[in-house]
């Protein structure tokens, strides 16, 4: 089940997002209004006019529904996130949150993802600075130094990856590069957040490994627990790669980023026992992949079940930390058991994506969820195991910049679109509405969506001249991000 967001389309200057608005199109509600009483004259106008009757009953249906669903959506606005925190993080699939957008989702997605953001703000990509391919700044700087100061978080560790490729026509060496950090929320945030959060935030692909590992399109099992290796469990090659890599050649080289995450995300689930916890991982394009692989992991060896809060009246799932994952532009990570399994472990995903982003589409571009299955998901094709399938609930936006390309993949787009004001009164509407869709059917992309509007897209740009193809550097997106905020 996925969630469509739909924004303004090419036409649209991307500098001006104040023109797109949201949708109040809400799904209809699963109500019985059978025992709906009405007057004594209605009901002997039923007896001789049943034609009118019905119609006077759909009318007063349609208002009982109209009077329950605006009910609802004030009881929601009024609601503090310290208890609604559980339903923001996606304890019901952020069921009847995105139709409409519920506020409070939406300022908690701008939220992680300008924590994302902070990683793309603090990388050093200068090769002359004794700090390249780390972080800038220190631990305790960090946040004040990009603009977080007040965040209610701090730093309490930095993650290192380092791929396990090496290319003899480049420069880069095979070692440890800053991926992200850990954080975790303040007392002060703690209250208003209603639970203490632990935050693991992962930027995009940078360098050229990176991208290499990005193209390692092959499936292996995942096999992060000894005890169970669950060969069905299959994921991308290249990130399982830069996920559990490390620097064995050097005697003082560092532990890989699984090592260096799990050791730090159990030191505070155990420093914090006894209070009510979330787990709440955050990343954009191949940092998201490495969000999910970590929310999988601790899922799957239960570090997330802690036995202290068995014992937390107010804890939830029996004991267990709820993990989330935000993933923005986010690509595919691994098949339908691995899928199948981070639904059985409850692990939550909401993958914001933009309908126009190349990335989203792989790997898998042919051999994905919509191609595994035959009569509308009922039977599943031999080669079902050897396709991608994306995990979560789907957020899409759609909006496209025929002289930048290279925004549909951009982060920084991504928020401020979601920070845009939310809709006028429909009589106000202009043609170019976003509209809020939540998708039944997992196998079909909808129409205006997906793969095949991208490529219609690009060939129309192409085949009119109206581009060049040099104006199509993906692989520079983030490292554009990177260059932009330095100093």
Same mark, same amino acid.
């Given at each position: 089940m996925a969630s469509k967001i739909h924004m303004p389309n090419s036409s649209t200057n991307m500098n001006n997002y104040n023109s797109f608005t949201f949708s109040e199109v809400t799904r209809p509600m699963s109500h019985s209004f059978g025992q709906v009483s009405l007057?004594?004259?209605?009901?002997?106008?039923?007896?001789?006019?049943?034609?009118?009757?019905?119609?006077?009953?759909s009318s007063v249906s349609a208002s009982v529904m109209s009077i329950r669903v605006a009910t609802s959506a004030i009881e929601m606005k009024q609601r503090s996130l310290s208890n609604f925190w559980r339903e923001?993080?996606?304890?019901?699939?952020?069921?009847?949150?995105?139709?409409?957008?519920?506020?409070?989702?939406?300022?908690?997605?701008?939220?992680?993802?300008?924590?994302?953001?902070?990683?793309?703000?603090?990388?050093?990509?200068?090769?002359?600075?004794?700090?390249?391919?780390?972080?800038?700044?220190?631990?305790?700087?960090?946040?004040?130094?990009?603009?977080?100061?007040?965040?209610?978080?701090?730093?309490?560790?930095?993650?290192?990856?380092?791929?396990?490729?090496?290319?003899?026509?480049? $420069?880069?060496?095979?070692? *440890?590069?800053?991926?992200?950090? =850990?954080?975790?929320?303040?007392?002060?945030? /703690?209250?208003?957040? +209603?639970?203490?959060?632990?935050?693991?935030?992962?930027?995009?692909?940078?360098?050229?490994?990176?991208?290499?590992?990005?193209l390692m399109s092959n499936l292996t099992p995942a096999r992060l627990d000894p005890h169970n290796p669950r060969p069905e469990v299959m994921?991308?090659?290249?990130?399982?790669s830069l996920y559990t890599s490390d620097e064995s050649a050097d005697k003082f080289g560092l532990g890989s980023c699984r090592e260096q995450?799990?050791?730090?995300?159990?030191?505070?689930?155990?420093?914090?026992?006894?209070?009510?916890?979330?787990?709440?991982?955050?990343?954009?394009?191949?940092?998201?992949?490495?969000?999910?692989?970590?929310?999988?992991?601790?899922?799957?060896?239960?570090?997330?079940?802690?036995?202290?809060?068995?014992?937390?009246? $107010?804890?939830?799932?029996? *004991?267990?930390?709820?993990?989330? =994952?935000?993933?923005?532009?986010?690509?595919? /990570?691994?098949?339908? +058991?691995?899928?199948?399994?981070?639904e059985e472990l409850g692990v939550k995903v909401l993958r914001i994506v933009n309908v126009n982003d190349p990335i989203t589409k792989m790997p898998g571009v042919l051999f994905n969820e919509n191609f595994r299955v035959l009569g509308g998901g009922r039977y599943d094709f031999p080669w079902s195991f050897s396709c991608y399938e994306h995990v979560g609930v789907e957020l899409v936006l759609d909006f496209f910049?025929?002289?930048?390309?290279?925004?549909?993949?951009?982060?920084?787009?991504?928020?401020?679109?979601?920070?845009?004001?939310?809709?006028?009164?429909?009589?106000?509407?202009s043609s170019t509405a976003v509209q809020i869709k939540r998708r039944e059917n997992s196998f079909n992309y909808g129409v205006g969506g997906g793969a095949d509007n991208f490529i219609e897209r690009a060939k129309e740009l192409f085949f009119n001249g109206q581009i060049n193809m040099n104006m199509w550097p993906w692989r520079n997106a983030a490292s554009n991000l990177v260059q932009s905020q330095r100093t």
């Open positions: 007057p004594n004259q209605i009901q002997k106008n039923l007896t001789s006019s049943s034609s009118s009757a019905a119609r006077h009953s923001i993080q996606g304890s019901n699939n952020w069921e009847d949150l995105v139709e409409p957008l519920h506020p409070l989702l939406r300022r908690e997605i701008i939220r992680y993802g300008e924590f994302v953001t902070a990683c793309y703000k603090a990388f050093d990509l200068d090769q002359s600075s004794k700090r390249y391919l780390s972080c800038k700044y220190g631990k305790k700087n960090m946040l004040r130094e990009v603009g977080m100061e007040n965040s209610g978080y701090q730093v309490t560790k930095y993650i290192y990856a380092t791929p396990d490729i090496n290319i003899p026509i480049t $420069n880069e060496a095979s070692c *440890g590069r800053w991926m992200g950090y =850990v954080a975790v929320s303040s007392d002060d945030e /703690v209250r208003r957040l +209603g639970r203490r959060d632990i935050m693991v935030t992962f930027r995009g692909t940078v360098t050229n490994q990176e991208w290499i590992a990005n994921v991308e090659s290249g990130f399982l995450l799990l050791s730090e995300v159990s030191r505070l689930i155990n420093k914090y026992k006894g209070e009510e916890l979330s787990i709440t991982l955050a990343g954009h394009s191949m940092g998201s992949s490495i969000a999910l692989l970590l929310a999988y992991d601790l899922a799957e060896l239960g570090l997330n079940k802690s036995s202290s809060n068995n014992n937390n009246k $107010n804890s939830i799932n029996g *004991g267990e930390i709820p993990i989330t =994952v935000f993933s923005f532009g986010g690509p595919r /990570v691994g098949n339908s +058991g691995f899928k199948e399994r981070c910049n025929m002289q930048n390309p290279t925004c549909v993949h951009d982060l920084e787009t991504y928020i401020s679109l979601l920070k845009s004001p939310p809709a006028p009164p429909a009589a106000n509407r």
